[in-house]
């Protein structure tokens, strides 16, 4: 009976991860393995850095998903986000080392970048790896 109920358990805890899993080949998962760790121990094992061309194809046009919420990187330059639960807007700009630094009334000025390591690239931000969750194309912002 034990064995039976496990069974079941790992077959609908299977099922629940598939549906969690995208068909659109361009949803970009992110490696958030080093979380809340230092980046150096990417960079040792072969991370390199997203340079400014790489971090706006990245985020342009873009949604990234936080485990705070959600931002939406307009390709003009403007920026929609909701933050614990407050919608908001403001801008991004891409520096010339790669930083994503965007500015919205009543925060100070945010500044990012991505570390790319086999295929996965993980946010660094206030110099330890955090935040992005996941990155799809267009704007999808939760409510």
């Not at 361009?26 to 061309?53: M, V």
Request: net charge neutral; with cysteine; charged share 20%.
């Amino acid at each position: 009976m034990i064995k039976h109920i496990r069974f079941v358990f790992v077959l609908v805890a299977s099922m629940a991860l598939a549906a969690c899993e995208s068909d659109n080949p361009t949803l970009q998962k992110l490696d958030n393995t080093f979380l809340k760790r230092n980046p150096q121990t990417l960079i040792d094992a072969g991370a390199t850095r997203l340079d400014a061309d790489q971090a706006r194809t990245h985020v342009s046009g873009n949604t990234e998903f936080w485990s705070e919420g959600t931002v939406y990187y307009n390709p003009d330059g403007q920026l929609e986000l909701v933050w614990h639960k407050v919608k908001t807007a403001g801008s991004w700009e891409i520096s010339a080392d790669g930083d994503i630094c965007f500015t919205v009334p009543k925060w100070k000025k945010t500044c990012h970048y991505y570390l790319q390591h086999d295929g996965a690239i993980t946010t660094v931000n206030e110099g330890k790896t955090s935040g992005v969750l996941e990155v799809k194309p267009g704007k999808q912002l939760l409510r």
